[in-house]
Structures are given as structure tokens and as C-alpha cells.
């Protein structure tokens, strides 16, 4: 249907062409030139002054037209409810994009297989697509090949008809009044300017046109002036249509550029946590090194102390004895003071080399986490078994890294993976979250598994979310993607606590 449109149209068009190079080889008169509804150029000459006899062929057609749905029993309110609803139910069903599946706006076809689509969902297909092609026909295509539907305010207007009876029918058809009374008068005449001088570019009156003494616009192509204007104001629309597509770009760069500010904005947040974590964790090993040390020096400080009291008092009694002696027992008991004296000297003092503890303490920090965001696009062409994957990235070690998205549509869900592409391998701490809109909807699951480079178990989480969830809880984007934020570190192989999480199906490259 979309072709026999097009080459109505198109058949149309070469008549009036046809019927306008006739007109000026064959010249018209001064009374079709203020024939009001003619369409037809001509050239103005002394000598052909004859009436032209007929109406260019298109007209015919567009009048055959208007007069088949004004008949009664065929179109119009002639026709019956349900078979006016029944064609309603046609044309809406022909004339649906087949990308968003809405009603279209601004169609253009395919040159090719002629199926329409709307500027904008064709635009943003053939810009973020996999592959440069027609979603119908699969060819190669473009977007200066797309070819606009000039007819469709036709369809448009014919389905306003149908929807309220076919009552307005006539007035919707009907050829506007003639503004002859608004226009502009011409300053050497004083007439309406109703004709456009081609030759000149200029808009003229009757008299200018077939003044045959002053020559100005001898052998001069004539067109009617509402004709003029009219292909010059749908020339113009087209002009400011293309303006309002390339603004329609800017609008949806603008959107793209303010949503990876957001997205960054929400990187820095997590880095920003990760940061607060990583600097109580060092907090908290510089006051945890400095007790260590401490409760250790303070374990050789007691003990010291402990002999220096027992020396005390060692002391003390034996001075006592002395005082409180005569100087017969204090000679006698000479021997036993010298010995006891000797035995407490005899416990060598511990050189400080071996107590001393250096003093000094580490920032001791954990292995920071690698953080991302890696958007899915066009999720929703998406076939069965379909596999995407991120641009790779690094982590704190030097390793490359990318993930693997992948949707089952058969077993509804959407798994997602994480894929070591060089370096050695290693145990991974894992973190993998679906952004929504609402934060307490985020969808957040972590794994640690040993990685290396060949196909193994537990790579990812096969069961990330289901396709239902995606969909009916609106985590897709309004540009048809899903952001997902990764949060990878190296982690040490007994801390397992989650890799009950991973995937235990074997995982290998499509």
C-alpha cells in the first residue's frame, strides 16, 4: 500500500509537469491568467490570446478523487459504522512504525522495501544500531537515502474524516477562499498581484503580464501566484522541518551529555564511600599497630619495674638488719649481706636493642575497587541468546578486564559475567548493580570466584534479574538502555562467603 501512495504521487506529479511544459509551448490567454485555481505556468506573448480549453490532469485526478469518497455507499457518511471502523482498524495498522510501534510521526520509508518509520525512531536505529541497515529489508541504508512522506497529511486527514462520519469531508477538501482581498497591489497598476514571473522572480499583476507595449516580461514563464506560494511555503516548511530535526538531535545530545554527567556524578558517590571506608580502615590499622607496640613495650616496662621493687626492699631490710645490730653481729653477718647483694646483681640487665620496638607505623590500605558503568543499548531488539560486551578496563593491578551481558529470552533472564582478557590469574571480588531510578530498587549482587583465562564455572551470575523485571518495573532508560555499575577488586581466595551467588552453569563465548 505504501508503494501504491508513492507512485500515485508520483504518477500526479509527472502530469502536472507534462501539463505545464504543453502550456508553455503552446502558449495560454490573458483570461487563464486570472483563472484563480489554475496551476498551469505559461508564456505571455502578443499573439496567443486564446482560451485555454482544459484543466491540467492532476486536477482531474484530485476532483475523481474528492468525488469518490463524497460518494454515497463508498466513503463518507455514507458508509455504515462497522465498515468505517473495520477501515479505521486497516489504516491504523498500515501506518504504525515498526520500531516503536506507536502511530507515526514525521514518516519516512525505506527506498527499498517502501516500510515507513518515524524520523526520530529511524534516526536513533541507524545512530546507536549494530549494524547501518533497514530494520524491514535488512539492506544497507542511510539517512539522506530515507524518503519522506510527503502524502501522509493526506492519510491524516482522511482518517480525521472517517473517525467523525465523513461529515467534513467537503470542507476539509475544499480549495481555500480566494485572499484576493488581502493581497498586496501592484505599485504601477494598483491590481491584485496574483501571478509569479519566473524569468524576473518577482510578483506581478494581469496587466504586468500582458502588457504588450512595455515588453518588460516579453516571453516571460507565468505561474499563478497561490501556486507559487504554496510550493515555496511547503519548500520552506521542509527547510524548517530539517531545522527541527537537527534541533531534535541537539535536544537528544543534550540528553545523553546530561545523563553521563549523572552517571559519573553517581561513580564519584561510590568511589567517594569507597574512600570513607578505606580511610576508617587505615584509621583503625594505625591505632591497632600502635597498641600492638604499645602493649609490648609496656609488658617489658612492667616487669622492670617489678625488679626494681624487689631491689627496693632487698635494700631496705638489709639496712634495717645493719641499724639494728651490733657491731659484732653486723661483722658476722657481713658474708651473707655480700652474697645476697651478688645474687641480686647477678640477673644481667637486657640490652635495650632487643626491647626497643621501632617507631614507626604503616597506612596499610585494601585494594581499591576498579568502577564503572556499562550501558547496554537498544535492549529492547535484543534476540534470543543475544551476548553484548563492555570496552575493557584495567583494575588496580594491571589486568584487563571487560563484562559480558547476556539475555535468554526462552529462559527469561539476564545474566551478566565478567570476562579476565590479560594478566595473571586471580581471585576477584565482584559487585554488580542495575540502576534504577529509585534507589531502593537497585538491584545489587556480589560473587568472588578465581578467575583465569578459559571458560569455567562461576564467572558471573547467570540469573542476574529476570526479563519480566526489567521490563515491568521500568529499569530501562527511556533511550532503550540498562546502566550497569561494576565494582571489582582483587580479593584473597578464603573469603568465599558469597561465591555461593555465581553461576554454576560452564560459561563460553558465542
Not at 89 to 99: E, P, Q, V
Not at 213 to 232: A, I, N, S, W
Not at 272 to 282: G, P
Request: charged share 25%; glycine share 6%.
Amino acid at each position: 500500500m505504501h508503494r501504491s501512495f508513492a507512485s500515485s504521487s508520483l504518477d500526479m506529479t509527472t502530469s502536472a509537469s507534462g501539463a505545464r511544459r504543453e502550456s508553455r509551448r503552446s502558449g495560454t490567454s490573458t483570461s487563464s491568467l486570472s483563472a484563480a485555481g489554475s496551476s498551469t505556468s505559461f508564456v505571455a506573448t502578443p499573439a496567443h490570446t486564446e482560451t485555454a480549453s482544459s484543466s491540467p490532469p492532476w486536477s482531474v485526478a484530485c476532483a475523481c478523487r474528492r468525488k469518490k469518497f463524497s460518494q454515497p455507499g463508498k466513503g463518507g457518511s455514507g458508509r455504515s459504522p462497522d465498515s468505517r471502523r473495520q477501515l479505521m482498524t486497516s489504516i491504523n495498522d498500515i501506518f504504525k512504525c515498526t520500531i516503536c510501534f506507536g502511530a507515526l510521526n514525521d514518516p519516512h520509508l525505506c527506498p527499498r522495501c517502501s516500510k515507513m518509520y518515524c524520523y526520530g525512531c529511524i534516526d536513533e536505529w541507524l545512530e546507536t544500531g549494530a549494524s547501518q541497515c533497514c530494520p524491514n529489508c535488512k539492506l544497507g541504508l542511510r539517512m539522506d537515502q530515507l524518503v519522506k512522506v510527503r502524502w501522509f497529511d493526506d492519510i491524516e486527514k482522511l482518517q480525521r474524516n472517517l473517525d467523525t462520519g465523513g461529515d467534513r469531508v467537503d470542507s476539509n477538501t475544499r480549495q481555500p477562499e480566494d485572499p484576493e482581498a488581502e493581497q498586496d497591489l501592484c505599485t504601477r497598476h494598483g491590481k491584485p498581484l496574483n501571478f509569479f514571473c519566473s524569468s524576473c522572480n518577482e510578483c506581478v499583476c494581469e496587466a504586468c503580464a500582458t502588457d504588450a507595449d512595455d515588453g518588460r516580461h516579453r516571453d516571460h514563464t507565468f505561474k499563478t501566484l497561490h501556486v507559487t506560494y504554496e510550493h515555496h511555503v511547503a519548500e520552506m516548511n521542509g527547510e524548517l522541518e530539517k531545522v527541527e530535526h537537527y534541533r531534535d538531535k541537539l535536544e537528544a545530545l543534550v540528553d545523553k551529555i546530561d545523563r553521563n554527567i549523572e552517571l559519573i556524578g553517581r561513580v564519584k558517590e561510590v568511589k567517594m564511600n569507597e574512600l570513607e571506608e578505606l580511610m576508617e580502615a587505615a584509621i583503625h590499622s594505625l591505632a591497632q599497630q600502635e597498641k600492638d607496640k604499645m602493649t609490648k613495650l609496656k609488658a617489658h616496662r612492667d616487669f622492670i619495674v617489678g625488679e626494681m621493687y624487689f631491689i627496693d626492699n632487698q635494700v631496705t631490710r638489709l639496712r634495717c638488719e645493719m641499724a639494728t645490730r651490733s657491731r659484732s653481729q653486723v661483722i658476722q653477718m657481713k658474708p651473707k649481706m655480700v652474697d645476697s647483694c651478688n645474687t641480686i646483681r647477678s640477673v644481667p640487665i637486657r640490652d635495650f636493642k632487643h626491647i626497643r620496638v621501632p617507631a614507626s607505623l604503616k597506612i596499610e590500605l585494601p585494594v581499591i575497587y576498579e568502577t564503572g558503568i556499562f550501558v547496554v543499548q537498544n535492549f529492547s531488539t535484543f534476540d534470543d541468546n543475544k551476548v553484548v560486551y563492555s570496552s575493557e578496563f584495567s583494575d588496580c593491578l594491571g589486568r584487563s578486564w571487560r563484562i559480558m551481558a547476556w539475555c535468554v529470552i526462552s529462559e527469561d533472564h539476564f545474566g551478566i559475567y565478567l570476562e579476565l582478557m590479560k594478566g595473571l590469574p586471580c581471585w576477584m571480588e565482584c559487585t554488580f548493580q542495575l540502576i534504577h531510578d529509585d534507589p531502593a530498587k537497585t538491584i545489587s549482587k556480589t560473587i568472588r570466584e578465581y578467575f583465569d583465562r578459559t571458560p569455567q564455572k562461576g564467572w558471573g551470575l547467570r540469573d542476574f534479574v529476570t526479563l519480566s523485571t526489567i521490563v515491568d518495573d521500568h529499569y530501562l532508560r527511556d533511550n532503550d538502555s540498562l546502566e550497569l555499575l561494576y565494582h571489582i577488586r582483587p580479593c584473597h581466595g578464603g573469603d568465599v562467603s558469597h561465591a555461593s551467588e555465581g553461576d554454576l552453569s560452564l560459561i563460553s563465548e558465542d
